[in-house]
């Protein structure tokens, strides 16, 4: 397991909402650009629908960025020539993880100061 260094994971913060529902799906596992429409859409109970053009423009953000790389095809899968397979890549597990610490300190800020102004 390689290691991340911690600066080069902070420079990824913060990540754009796209971007980060891109990686969330790829942790639960390798998956195809419509796999992760689909993924995204069914966890956000519809509430993000994803257009092809902005998950193909966020994923060559990531794949440029290193926190994602194409996979070959995995076995028993559509052998469709033109569907990319897509997998989360070590720093790309340490960035969302870090998100998702940086989103929840957020949140828990958030609260401390509205629970305190409204009474």
């Given at each position: 397991?390689?290691?991340?260094?911690?600066?080069?994971?902070?420079?990824?913060l913060?990540?754009?909402?796209?971007e980060?529902?891109i990686l969330i799906?790829?942790?639960?596992?390798?998956?195809?650009?419509?796999?992760i429409?689909?993924?995204?859409?069914a966890r956000?109970?519809?509430?993000?629908?994803?257009s092809?053009g902005?998950?193909?423009?966020?994923?060559q953000?990531?794949l440029e960025?290193?926190l994602?790389?194409e996979?070959r095809t995995?076995?028993g899968?559509?052998?469709d020539?033109?569907?990319?397979?897509?997998?989360i890549t070590?720093?790309?597990t340490?960035v969302?993880?870090a998100?998702?610490?940086?989103?929840?300190?957020?949140?828990?800020?958030?609260?401390g100061?509205?629970?305190t102004s409204?009474?």
């Open positions: 397991r390689m290691r991340v260094d911690p600066s080069e994971v902070e420079a990824l913060p990540l754009q909402p796209a980060f529902h799906a790829l942790s639960a596992g390798e998956a195809h650009g419509y796999g429409i689909t993924d995204v859409e956000t109970s519809g509430a993000l629908r994803l092809p902005t998950l193909y423009r966020t994923i953000r990531l960025e290193g994602i790389d996979r995995p076995a899968a559509s052998n020539p033109r569907r990319r397979y897509y997998g070590t720093i790309g340490a969302v993880h998100e998702t610490r940086r989103l929840t300190e957020l949140v828990r800020l958030a609260k100061v509205l629970r409204t009474g």
